[in-house]
């Protein structure tokens, strides 16, 4: 039975600690964000009648217009916070046509707290404590009647107007740090703004918002084609139109000139020009000869900073003179101007798993790292400035998801106290991203996402798409030998399962905060070999027996590994290395051969440059990819012997459990084919169309394969959407 102990709302293992605004789950806090907490604190103050959705939109948002699909949402948050308990029981009980009710019973009572009050009367301070109680015959006042106290002599007057005096300097000086104290953001809502259910956000670019100060203009993905989208600021009906090629991704607006700058998502070939189109609307054209994939104007748009590659440029706003500022170690993106265009910002991607923050002086000066000290000094990028200059914006990017956090940047007189970084977002979505001031400092546009995807079988002979597994959120599905079991990773978390193939006997092989991709079972059905990373580690090979017990890397080592593949006979194991999306070409990626008996590995002979290698079940072959992602190539493991099989783009490849097909993918451009090879002539089929599919997959589009032939695929079901993020400020 629910029961409050100590002020805290317990029911189901759950509990709630109203002074805290938390919920937890067996001492697990659990995120919610206030909108959402706030709801369930109603329907629990509430729970002795059905609450009205009229209601709830009046006392969640009142006199505010916000529409049905808030609340419905935040419903489903709240409802997926409370779905671990095991009873089945529904605490959150929708009443079709009437509203929503809290279904636990819960007892509530008051706990006696101890409030300090201060009242200052004729520049005397006085300082007692009251206790509140719900006795009708307590006594209210001051524990401590001064009236009672006898008449001071002179020499205790004197002490007293010491301690008065000492008292009054400590009050001032108190006074004057809490007038000077850094004033910090926080969210106190969250409203939706588009609600189209199309992809606001392309894969590895970060800069998805701009406004012109009545519409919000950013990207949409249609059929792998980029789409200039825009929706009124306060939300409403999405216009869009094609945008100037397939990868094109917004990347500035200037507000002194009305021009808008484009670039493209971060990609592995040559960057593209640079576009400028005035607006309201204008042919794009390329300024002067600037290339890249990120671009930022200056506040007074006389300049233009650039990232290609490892570097950051700065050029006048025609496209002359450009001029380099910073030579990184890795990728260089997201760059940003101070609202005074002294400073520049800009993330850097050194790792699969690691970005960081650098500021330096628009005149070259001063560079330096931001955050270091913090947690998540490596996992952090896209920063931005509010237009006042105060607070600085930027993600923290985890492996399966991303928050958005709040630096308040040092002021003239802010020598109280260092500036800490604050977390923005909890809950709400799984991943945030895109931050965007309003000028007025009162709210932030970002883009938010609820990851999720169904699992999909491509019918071999009807070729029409089907669910597989009920279509659970899942990818990287395996099959055991003996076709019995199954294995797969849950998505997005990214935790490792196993099960037969009808879903039954699940049982979890991989605990957070490992994330676990692409596991194989072994020829003999005993181990599973996956790849997984956690924060601050880049992704490795881990083997895991069938059954479940630890799991362990194959090898110690800096570099990155792909994913695994067994060679017919279990002795050894394939893998790549990973191509950091965005980086460079890299002459040093090999493919490797890992022998489990002598723990070593070695490279493939003329394999520099290839990566994404699969073993066909029969030990013939083995396919990879060249960096470029354009090119399929099969290396004959009798003549040793490379050739190249396709030239038309390739995301993803699987063998036929026969080894008589090859199939594989194609994602980026505007012709999304499932293509199929066989081994007998090895001419192109083109298999399935896939236009019109909305793809998932955490490192892009995934493709599997079932025993008797046919593809799987992840149908992406995410929610992504555009929200604005109300800001209150405060000391």
């Known amino acids: 039975m629910p029961h409050i102990a100590n002020g805290l709302i317990k029911f189901e293992k759950y509990e709630i600690d109203r002074a805290r605004w938390q919920l937890s789950w067996r001492d697990e806090p659990l995120q919610l964000n206030r909108k959402t907490f706030d709801l369930l604190l109603y329907l629990i103050d509430h729970r002795e009648r059905v609450v009205g959705k009229e209601e709830l939109l009046q006392a969640l948002w009142p006199e505010q217009f916000i529409e049905e699909s808030n609340l419905t949402q935040h419903i489903f948050l709240l409802r997926k916070a ?17 509203g929503y009710r809290f279904g636990v019973r819960v007892e509530e009572e008051q706990p006696i707290q101890s409030l300090l009050v201060i009242e200052a ?18 006594y209210s006042g001051p524990l401590l ?68 100060g009545t519409r919000l203009i950013f990207m949409e993905k249609q059929d792998n084609q980029s789409m200039l989208a825009e929706v009124p600021i306060a939300g409403g009906e999405v216009h869009s139109r094609p945008a100037p090629f397939p990868d094109a991704a917004i990347a500035d607006y200037s507000s002194v000139n009305h021009t808008l700058l484009i670039g493209s998502t971060l990609r592995t070939d040559d960057e593209r020009p640079i576009l400028a189109e005035a607006l309201p609307s204008s042919q794009p054209l390329q300024v002067g000869e600037l290339t890249g994939h990120n671009a930022s104007w200056s506040p007074d748009a006389r300049s233009i900073a650039v ?65 270091i000290g913090n947690a998540n000094e490596d996992q952090v990028c896209c920063g931005t400035w509010s237009a006042d200059g105060r607070n600085f914006f930027y993600v923290v990017h985890g492996l399966v998801s991303s928050s958005i956090w709040v630096l308040p940047r040092r002021q003239k007189y802010s020598f109280f106290q260092e500036p800490k970084p604050t977390q923005l977002t909890v809950g709400l979505s799984d991943l945030w991203q895109a931050p965007l001031p309003s000028a007025d400092g009162r709210a932030l546009w970002a883009v938010g996402s609820h990851l999720r995807g169904e699992l999909m079988t491509v019918n071999a002979t009807t070729r029409q798409l089907q669910p597989f597994l009920g279509g659970v959120s899942a990818e990287g599905v395996s099959f055991s030998p003996d076709r019995s079991w199954i294995v797969y990773t849950a998505y997005p978390e990214g935790t490792l399962w196993r099960s037969r193939p009808d879903g039954s006997e699940k049982r979890q092989l991989s605990k957070s905060p490992l994330v676990a991709r692409f596991p194989q079972w072994s020829p003999d059905g005993c181990t599973i070999a996956f790849m997984a990373s956690q924060p601050g580690s880049p992704w490795r090979i881990y083997l895991v027996p069938a059954d479940g017990g630890k799991a362990y890397p194959i090898l110690e080592e800096s570099a990155t590994e792909g994913v695994p593949n067994w060679s017919p006979d279990g002795k050894q194991i394939s893998f790549g290395r990973l191509l950091d999306f965005g980086s460079e070409r890299d002459p040093n990626l090999t493919i490797e051969f890992y022998d489990l008996d002598s723990h070593s590995h070695k490279t493939l002979h003329g394999s520099e440059g290839m990566w994404t290698p699969r073993w066909s079940p029969d030990g013939r072959f083995l396919s990879a990819v060249t960096q470029d992602n354009r090119t399929l190539r099969l290396y004959d493991m009798q003549t040793q ?91």
């Open 145 to 212: 009647d001064t009236s009672l106290l006898p008449v001071p002599v002179a020499g205790r007057v004197r002490r007293s107007s010491f301690w008065l005096v000492g008292a009054s300097i400590t009050v001032s000086f108190l006074a004057v740090v809490l007038l000077l104290r850094q004033p910090r953001p926080r969210i106190v809502d969250a409203v939706r703004l588009t609600n189209d259910g199309i992809a606001k956000h392309l894969i590895g670019y970060t800069e998805g918002i701009v406004t012109d």
């Open 121 to 138: 009367r004729e520049s005397i301070t006085r300082v007692t404590i009251e206790e509140e109680t719900d006795a009708p015959d307590a």
């Open 82 to 98: 409370l779905s671990r308990h095991e009873s089945g029981a529904k605490i959150i009980e929708t009443v079709p046509g009437r």
């Open 307 to 371: 990232t290609k590659g490892r570097f950051l440029y700065i050029a006048d706003a025609d496209g002359s003179n450009e001029r380099r500022l910073v030579s990184a170690s890795g990728v260089v993106y997201s760059p940003r101007w101070s609202p005074d265009g002294r400073v520049l910002s800009f993330s850097e991607n050194v790792g699969s798993n690691e970005n960081r923050l650098w500021e330096v002086d628009a005149t070259g000066a001063n560079l330096h790292r931001l955050l």
């Open 641 to 731: 012997q490379w050739t190249d099989l396709a030239s038309v783009g390739v995301n993803d490849v699987i063998w036929s459990r026969d080894s008589r097909y090859l199939y594989f993918d194609t994602f980026f451009g505007g012709d999304p084919t499932l293509y199929r090879i066989p081994m007998d002539d090895r001419k192109l089929e083109r298999w399935a169309d896939l236009r019109g599919f909305p793809r998932g997959g955490f490192f892009g589009p995934w493709l599997g394969i079932t025993p008797d032939g046919s593809p799987l695929l992840l149908k992406d079901t995410s929610i992504e959407e555009i929200y604005r993020l109300n800001l209150e400020i405060s000391n």
